[in-house]
């Protein structure tokens, strides 16, 4: 019974705990209820909030989106899912210039398209074709999360096919918010009005494949010779993975991206069972075999092409690009290329699929003249390249239209049939073309020279020689120009910097400037690191001739899409690169290279007087030649050399190229009136000093240049002192830069570098606080202090070595003290020494040489006595005393001057007479002690 309640209680003891437990339990279950409670309603307060913000931020999109998918609904047909009608390009008249896609559009009806194509496209880019009703919700909400994740940046589509065939066939290719929005708003419809095979269709026959291959007929033909029904596949797979990308997975220039591409999308059909085990190991080992069947279509002429990338640029525009053209470093040049290849290929194919019409504003007429000029120039070479299609000896050329800014003619090889535009889609070393551009415009915008400047063509020591190897000694900037002396370009931009000079360019949006040429004064001769395009100079100088004023101009005029309406319109709009004192001081140098007798462009003169400016270009060996010359009424550029560069002895630019120019200018000069360039306001003509400064109080108005006197820019000199100190800010700064890099390199290595390290800091502060430019100075600062800081934190380690060291110090400076003051005093009592035996030689000295006793000879006794005495203790001493007794001695001996006068006044000539001596009795001496 004991042993029962025992149990019993035991069994309460137990069931106590239990119970304990179950309700420390339940109260925190009770707890995090209640916890899940508040958490959820946080989460309905915060989702009510983002909710309110999105609304608020997305309806006027959301309103945009409804209002263009109703006016999609209104119209909406079959018709609207068949390829577009040819991109077509017009000229300034409106005439038909040229067309895009010819020829290589077919479409495949869905019975003529393979299933492996079919299924595969639902296996790799929309697995719920078949159920979904136009809009994947799973798919778009993965889009939202990655959307979020990306802060706001669409990377990832979460679109279905449905909405691709939208995106293709009734939208433009813009990734925006109001794009999807239409995209989702209108899919149900189309779902709805048509059947998933006709939107398969729709989409096969919408997509674009590369290489001018739309739609599936089409590239089936091409890449493999056969109908879109009859694909293998593999065969299927490429194109699948190719309409993803086509610039990245072409087969036919990127056949290991398309072969590994390839691969995926068969495993992916083999994922969902679209191919079988045997198919797929099968398929993965077949290698890449491409037919390249072509069709004749329209031929892309050089203003076609020009055409398209100029509307590509646009498009890129309007989507708000931003454009760059000189980079920092690498990473900065290949983080902006990766941004605008994707985009520009995207906005190429966009315009290549078909839809667009490209107004531009080319002159036709002056462009068979410009190509007839450059055909006729280059006649003399008949050589041929390796495949015999194309001469070897080829040129470019653009003309600008100098009132309106456009480009009104573009030539990009010899004859018509060449597909490869060398005057935009070609960079060459510009030689000494440039120099006007990047050295002596910028250089009188500085105000630190102008045209009369003396300057000093002599070797420069690493730097370049002149054509011929000659140097001239002192000219005038004015005639270095014209006669394109090499020395003299570098030695201006070494003064104002490549940096300086690079930055009008930028301006000016030169493509292809090297992050490489940053610090390059090789660029002021033109010795880029990819070189320079003919457009692009081409709107350099006509830049010049409208008084530095830059316009982003190209051929467009205008850009219309079939669905869109107008999409793009040129701008008016003009940005002053050069100021225009300095453009019209360098147009009336250039005038001189064609006026000159030395001028390199002497036998370019133009017909019936009409006034015009330029510069002859020819690199080294004369691989690439230029001539760049304008009038007030157009500009032209042309270029010759092989598209793989190579010597042409005896070409220079005023030759071939120069006399392209000529040819073509005098023809569309013709029946016009000799047109001066008009000096700005800020133009005065004065007398300079034998530096080439301007001579104040000899300035006027009358602008006829005579000997002795030449052009100045009152503006730009009353801006030279602000340069002056811009440039010694500059320099400052850079001076800080290079301390603060120093410092930055400094670790504690010694006790040097320990004891300073607060002096080197506190001098790097006190030169950073004077850097005008606050960004700098904080930036500088911060590095400084951010360096000194870890430096600090090094010199915690050295303080036992440094307490060890003082100490070490200390005693060896007491040490030091001590030696010094024991050597102190032995060399003052050697130098005492060395004057005591010297006054006691000199006083024994004094007793010498006498023919009887002197009256002072107590004196002189006794004061060598004295020094003689104040030598004792030394080792001369005794030598030093036995002088002083025999000297003593010999004094005492001699007569007194009495006996000296009567002995020699009474002596009888014939006869001997010895006086007697009666000299002063010698003293006794008593010998010292110590004496020896």
Not at 42 to 48: K, Q, W
Request: glycine share 8%; hydrophobic share 30%; proline share 3%.
């Amino acid at each position: 019974m004991k042993q029962l309640k025992k149990y019993i209680g035991g069994a309460g003891d137990v069931l106590g705990i239990i119970g304990k437990t179950l309700g420390s339990y339940l109260g925190v279950v009770s707890n995090i209820a209640g916890t899940i409670i508040g958490i959820f309603a946080t989460v309905l307060v915060i989702a009510g909030i983002v909710g309110l913000c999105l609304y608020v931020k997305f309806l006027p999109m959301f309103t945009e989106a409804r209002e263009t998918v109703f006016d999609k609904l209104v119209n909406m047909s079959e018709d609207d899912f068949v390829m577009k009608e040819d991109t077509v390009v017009y000229d300034k008249d409106g005439k038909l210039v040229g067309s895009v896609n010819a020829g290589r559009y077919k479409y495949a009806e869905i019975k003529s398209i393979s299933p492996y194509l079919y299924n595969g496209y639902i296996a790799v880019e929309d697995k719920r074709f078949k159920t979904h009703g136009g809009v994947d919700l799973l798919a778009t909400m993965r889009a939202g999360v990655a959307l979020v994740k990306n802060g706001g940046d669409i990377k990832q589509g979460g679109s279905t096919i449905t909405q691709q065939v939208i995106k293709n066939n009734l939208l433009t290719q813009e990734k925006s918010y109001t794009r999807k929005m239409i995209e989702i708003m209108l899919a149900p419809t189309v779902e709805q009005k048509f059947t998933k095979d006709k939107i398969m269709e729709f989409y096969c026959n919408s997509n674009y494949y590369g290489n001018r291959c739309y739609g599936v007929g089409a590239a089936s033909e091409y890449y493999f010779g056969k109908s879109a029904a009859d694909l293998e596949p593999y065969e299927a797979a490429i194109l699948i993975g190719l309409s993803n990308n086509p610039s990245a997975y072409d087969p036919v220039n990127k056949p290991e991206a398309a072969l590994k591409k390839r691969n995926e999308v068969l495993k992916k059909m083999y994922d969902e069972q679209v191919i079988t085990q045997k198919q797929y190991d099968s398929s993965v080992k077949k290698k890449i075999k491409i037919q390249q069947l072509t069709k004749d279509g329209t031929n892309e002429s050089y203003v076609v092409s020009y055409a398209i990338h100029c509307a590509a640029l646009a498009l890129m525009e309007k989507e708000d690009f931003k454009f760059q053209y000189t980079f920092k470093n690498k990473e900065d040049y290949e983080s902006y290329n990766e941004k605008y290849s994707n985009l520009y290929s995207q906005k190429t194919n966009d315009i290549r699929e078909g839809g667009y019409k490209l107004y531009t504003a080319i002159d036709m007429k002056k462009q068979k003249k410009l190509q007839k000029a450059v055909d006729k120039g280059l006649a003399y070479s008949k050589e041929k390249n390796s495949d015999k299609t194309k001469y070897a000896l080829q040129g470019a050329a653009v003309c600008v239209d100098n009132s309106t800014n456009y480009v009104v003619a573009i030539v990009g090889g010899r004859g018509t049939k060449d597909s490869y535009n060398r005057a935009y889609l070609s960079a060459r070393q510009s030689g000494s073309s440039i120099k006007p551009l990047i050295d002596y415009t910028p250089a009188f915008e500085t105000g630190a020279y102008s045209p009369s400047t003396v300057v000093n063509d002599q070797p420069i020591e690493n730097g370049p020689k002149n054509s011929g190897g000659g140097y001239r000694g002192s000219l005038h900037l004015r005639e270095a120009v014209q006669r394109s002396i090499n020395t003299i370009a570098w030695q201006v931009l070494e003064k104002i910097t490549p940096k300086y000079g690079m930055s009008f360019l930028d301006k000016m949006h030169f493509h292809n400037l090297s992050y490489v040429d940053n610090d390059n004064l090789s660029l002021s001769l033109g010795g880029f690191t990819e070189g320079v395009r003919v457009v692009d100079m081409a709107k350099g100088f006509s830049t010049l001739a409208n008084n530095g004023s830059y316009s982003e101009k190209t051929c467009i005029q205008k850009i219309e899409h079939v669905s869109d309406g107008t999409v793009y319109k040129s701008s008016n709009d003009t940005t002053q690169v050069y100021t225009e004192d300095a453009a019209w001081m360098m147009t009336d140098v250039l005038k001189g290279v064609l006026n000159e007798p030395y001028g390199t462009g002497r036998s370019l003169k133009l017909d019936n007087g009409q006034i015009a400016a330029g510069k002859t270009g020819t690199t080294n060996s004369s691989k690439d030649v230029w001539f760049c010359g304008y009038t007030k009424y157009y500009t032209t550029v042309v270029w010759a050399g092989y598209d793989t560069p190579r010597a042409m002895p005896g070409v220079y630019g005023a030759s071939v190229p120069g006399g392209i120019w000529k040819n073509f200018m005098n023809q569309i000069h013709k029946n016009k009136k000799p047109q001066d360039f008009t000096a700005p306001s800020g133009i005065c003509l004065a007398k300079y000093d034998g530096k080439g400064n301007m001579i104040k109080g000899t300035e006027s108005t009358d602008l006829k240049r005579t000997s002795g006197r030449d052009f100045f820019s009152i503006t730009i000199l009353k801006a030279k002192a602000a340069y002056a100190d811009n440039l010694e800010e500059a320099s400052y700064e850079k001076k800080v830069r290079r301390k603060l890099e120093t410092f930055e390199k400094l670790t504690i290595q010694s006790m040097a570098d320990y004891y300073t390290l607060e002096i080197s800091y506190q001098e790097l502060r006190d030169m950073i606080s004077s850097i005008e430019d606050d960004d700098i100075r904080k930036s500088y600062a911060t590095r400084a202090k951010n360096k000194y800081d870890s430096l600090k934190d090094e010199t915690v380690k050295w303080k036992d070595v440094v307490k060890a060291y003082e100490e070490q110090q200390k005693e060896s400076n007491a040490e030091l003290a001590r030696e010094k003051k024991t050597a102190s005093k032995n060399a003052r009592n050697k130098q005492l020494r060395k004057t005591r035996v010297a006054l006691a030689n000199t006083r024994l000295k004094a007793l010498r040489g006498y023919d009887y006793q002197p009256d002072n000879m107590a004196t002189l006794l006794e004061k060598a006595k004295s020094a003689v005495e104040a030598c004792r203790g030394y080792s001369e001493y005794a030598s030093l005393n036995s002088k002083y007794q025999t000297y003593r001695t010999e004094l005492y001996m001699l007569p007194t001057k009495a006996e000296y006068d009567a002995q020699n006044n009474h002596h009888t000539p014939g006869t001997t007479s010895i006086p007697q001596a009666t000299a002063t009795p010698m003293p006794t001496v008593t010998a010292q002690a110590g004496a020896q």
